[in-house]
């Protein structure tokens, strides 16, 4: 059975997330019905992450497993049709090996955080980033963000419910950058790291807005950071300003189909 890597863009308010749920929409299970259409052995998909519910996704990427070969064009083509009217859409498709499994193949992640940091109403962006109205300092968001860099034990910025074996994790990029837009900004939150917590991103983004609204000091970051404490986290970011935006593999399975 040949194996197809998707490169997978989705709005994730109207799912409960990525995985498949039992009477609840999810990303998952919308591509799966989609791939029933053409396979009627109901294959199974398997995703680079486990996105949360209102969470999107600008570059997840799922295998499955086919019954016949698929030219990787008219395979997207034939999902995207059969996706409508879902927010979601598969951007490239590829035939890859047996080997390649999205979710242990992956060596990176990457996820981008956005804060509408303005008074006025979303309008265009509603659902789509945090809004914030206090105007926050990036600067002082810049420096605790610092503390996060590299390899610690981040039990202070993930669920009470993660399930991962180790709350060590190495954080490769956590940068934050700001753009003026009329009436406010946007302010995106970058990280990169192998694989991340349950909820670690935004437990940070929630705890690095208090730095920036002045309710913390900067050190309270890197103080958060060694409790090893859930309480001593911030509120947790809403999820409706993250993004995955890319995972990274040895070899790029959409190298040369246009979407990378």
């Known amino acids: 059975m040949p194996r197809y890597a998707l490169l997978i863009d989705y709005h994730g308010g109207p799912f409960r997330g990525w995985q498949r749920q039992d009477g609840q929409p999810s990303v998952q299970g919308a591509i799966e019905a989609a791939l029933q259409r053409l396979d009627p052995e109901a294959p199974k998909t398997t995703g680079a992450g486990r996105t949360d519910a209102g969470v999107h996704a600008s570059g997840q990427v799922a295998h499955v497993d086919l019954a016949r070969d698929w030219d990787p064009f008219r395979l997207s083509e034939a999902l995207n049709a059969h996706l409508r009217p879902h927010p979601v859409a598969v951007l490239a498709a590829a035939q890859v090996p047996d080997a390649f499994h999205a979710r242990f193949s992956a060596i990176e992640r990457r996820y981008t955080y956005r804060i509408a940091n303005r008074r006025a109403p979303l309008t265009h962006d509603a659902g789509l980033a945090w809004q914030v109205r206090a105007r926050l300092d990036i600067a002082a968001m810049q420096r605790a963000a610092l503390a996060l860099v590299g390899r610690h034990d981040f039990t202070t910025f993930r669920s009470t ?33 192998r694989s991340f917590l349950h909820n670690q991103v935004r437990s940070i983004v929630g705890s690095l807005e208090r730095v920036g609204a002045g309710a913390w000091p900067e050190a309270r970051i890197g103080a958060a950071l060694a409790a090893c404490d859930r309480s001593a986290c911030g509120p947790v970011a809403p999820p409706d300003g993250l993004f995955l935006t890319r995972v990274v593999y040895p070899a790029d399975p959409f190298a040369g189909t246009g979407q990378r």
């Open 161 to 193: 419910m993660c399930q991962a074996a180790s709350p060590v994790k190495t954080m490769d990029e956590l940068r934050i950058e700001a753009r003026e837009l009329p009436g406010g900004r946007e302010i995106l939150v970058h990280l990169r790291a």
